[in-house]
């Protein structure tokens, strides 16, 4: 229980953080931020662990720049 609970605050922290640095105003509110980092957190753990076997945990940064790559992809499927 405690894990899920990391994962929750851990999302929110590095969601916060990528819609602040990103360029422009982002519209979420806490769900939607909360999952945008933790996705943010998959996807760069994903792109670091390519070459190795298993699955790698991404660090703060590089979890912060997947979410900002997940806002970006995002903005592009909603503009086409």
């Given at each position: ?29 806490w769900l939607e931020t909360i999952l945008l980092g933790v996705?943010?957190?998959?996807l760069a753990g994903l792109f670091s662990s390519r070459g ?29």
């Amino acid at each position: 229980m405690l894990n899920f609970i990391g994962a929750l605050i851990a999302g929110l922290i590095v969601g916060g953080l990528a819609r602040w640095f990103y360029p422009g105003e982002i519209d979420m509110n806490w769900l939607e931020t909360i999952l945008l980092g933790v996705g943010g957190s998959l996807l760069a753990g994903l792109f670091s662990s390519r070459g190795h076997q298993g699955f790698h945990r991404a660090g703060c940064l590089a979890s912060i720049l997947g979410a900002m790559a997940l806002i970006f992809i995002g903005r592009l499927i909603l503009a086409g």
